[in-house]
Each structure stands twice: as C-alpha cells, then as structure tokens.
C-alpha cells in the first residue's frame, strides 16, 4: 500500500499533516486519538483496516493537532480545534462531496462535520463510537477524581521505557490482540505524541458531548460497536444509533475497541460497509491474499505441485499395466 503525505494549514494557523491513498469514491477518516500517519501503516493494529478502504476508495486520514506529523506544540486541544483539523483538510483537497468514518473519538469531530456542512457529506459511518465521554456517563467508578489520576499516569509513565505504563490503555483497545499486535499499540502511544499532549487529549476526550447535535443530523448512517468492547461499552453504540433518524446499527462480535484482522469483527465490517456505500461485496480480496502470500497463482502452484506425484505414479502404473498385458497376450 502507498500514500502519499501533504501538508495544510487550519484557520488557526496549526500545520496538519494528512495522507491520501488508492482511487474512488473519497473516505475521509477524521483524526482521533492517537496516530501517526508512517506508523500506522506498517502498525497490524492499523494496516488491513487502511488496505481494505483504499481498494476501492480514496482513502484521507491525517494526525490531528499535537500528534503524528502535525505540529506537535499547540494551545488548542478541544472539540472545536478537531473540527478546524478535518475542515482544512477538506478544504486543502477540494473535496466536493465524501463519505466519513469516524473511529472511536473520532466520531464527535465527524458528527459535527456532518451538522455543520451536511451538503458535503454522503454517508456517516460510526465505528467504536459514543456520543458522550466518560465525565457525562454517569459513572460512579469515574469523576474528576479518576480522571486526574488516570491523566498523572499518562503523563508520568508514558514516557518511561517500561511498557507497562502504556499497556494498561492498549490491553483495553486490542483486548483480543497479540503480544506483537499490543507491542505496536504500545509503541504507537509512545510515538504518537508525547506524554504530557497524550495526558491533554486523554482530558479533553472524557468531556465530549455530542447528544444535542444527533437529531439534527438527516445523512445516510452506519454505526457499527462490538458487542464485548473493553474501552468503550457497546450500550453506548446502540444508544448513538438510536439516537439519529434512520441510522443502521450492526453488532460485531468482538471485545477489541480496533478489530484486528484475523477477528470476526473484520469481516462484519467490510461486508456491511461496502454494502452502504454501494460497492460491490468482496469478501476475500487481491491484496489481503497477497499479503498472506496466497496469490491465485501461487495457489495454482502448490495444487499443480501437490498432485504432480500421483500422476507420475499413475503414468507410470499405466505404463506397466500396458507392458504386461502385452506380453500376456504374445505368451498365450
């Protein structure tokens, strides 16, 4: 998979850093927290989600404000700030009209997008998403309190070379995962942003609140939430679903908060996303065949060398059989 990287300039002077990748209809994934634009394409926590999109489609992604490629020093880490990140990203392409996909957090900033230029946007696709952070969920275990401290351990550890710091976020994200799939979701944190803007994002993301905003949205909706999800409850999914006009909500088996791609949850995901958007079904691609190193030829191959031997063999009985029979009949 190739990309190619730009730059672009928000309204308030912040340099953001997006990626574009294969042709088609535009996708546009508003940023989230955290990325990082060369990392998560070679990351297996990232990469089979980036490949599949980009098939078919004109894949956006960028690093919001504070992380990744993006200038890494800035004031303004709010839900206002991540709209002016998308905006100018879409404005630095030119994009008439595309479809969003808001993953986790980022679902807010696509749901504002969408209520503040809903003329520009084709489809809404919520994966992992909520509508309200965890200071509005009326969570006994969670207050300011928890916040604060959970906010202490983000900027204290996350710098530390003990990968146990981090772990304690990325064990939630890819519960399912293994060592090497939360080894990169480890070092991905570590990369993305630095401890203290981690800590700033980790706030600012527990004080979303979109609920006002979910009736006046009238695009055409999928919101897809694993059923077990460990970082973000699925009640919250079916509740963002219910709560815009004719929205489409899929159950996904899984308690990873980002599918991997050996989960059920992948394979739910590009059936029913596709089929939103109109594309045709591809259940087994090109490219995820390749990458498993199972092109249709190398299959022809192996079947061709598998069975060679048996007609060898039989060649050979076919031969002998002949052989006898003649000499059989010379005999008799």
């Known amino acids: 998979m190739e990309q190619c990287i730009r730059f672009c300039t928000t309204e308030d002077g912040v340099r953001i850093a997006y990626a574009t990748s294969g042709a088609g209809l535009p996708i ?19 990469n089979h989600l980036l490949a599949g999109l980009s098939e078919r489609h ?27 990140d998308l905006e100018a990203v879409v404005r630095d392409l030119a994009l008439p009209r595309f479809a969003l996909l808001g993953i986790s957090q980022g679902a807010a900033t696509a749901i504002r997008y969408c209520a503040r230029h809903p003329e520009r946007v084709s489809h809404l696709v919520l994966y992992g998403a909520y509508a309200r952070g965890r200071l509005h969920r009326d969570d006994p275990q969670f207050g300011p309190d928890m916040l604060d401290a959970m906010c202490t351990l983000i900027e204290k550890g996350w710098g530390s070379e003990d990968a146990s710091y981090r772990e304690l976020f990325s064990s939630r994200y890819v519960a399912s995962g293994s060592r090497e799939a939360i080894a990169w979701m480890n070092d991905l944190e570590a990369v993305s942003a630095s401890p203290r ?9 527990a004080d979303i609140d979109v609920r006002p905003l979910l009736p006046k949205l009238h695009v055409p909706t999928l919101v897809l939430h694993c059923r077990d999800d460990r ?62 190193g199972r092109s249709w030829r190398e299959l022809v191959s192996r079947v061709h060398h598998a069975v060679e031997p048996y007609y060898v063999i039989a060649a050979v009985g076919s031969a002998l059989a002949g052989a006898a029979s003649y000499l059989l009949s010379r005999l008799g």
């Open 28 to 46: 546009v994934r508003p940023g989230h927290w955290l990325t990082h634009l060369e990392y998560d394409l070679k990351s297996p926590v990232w």
């Open 58 to 84: 004109l894949l956006v992604r960028y690093d919001p404000r504070g992380t990744g490629l993006s200038d890494r020093d800035v004031s303004d880490i709010s839900p206002e700030g991540w709209l002016r």
């Open 197 to 205: 803007m981690a800590a700033r994002y980790f706030r600012a993301i």
């Open 231 to 292: 970082a973000v409850p699925y009640r919250f999914g079916v509740e963002l679903a219910a709560a815009i006009a004719g929205a489409r909500f899929v159950p996904m088996e899984g308690a990873s908060h980002l599918f991997l791609e050996h989960e059920p949850a992948c394979r739910t995901f590009f059936d029913e996303v596709p089929r939103f958007l109109g594309d045709r079904p591809q259940r087994f691609s090109r490219r995820a065949l390749a990458r498993r």
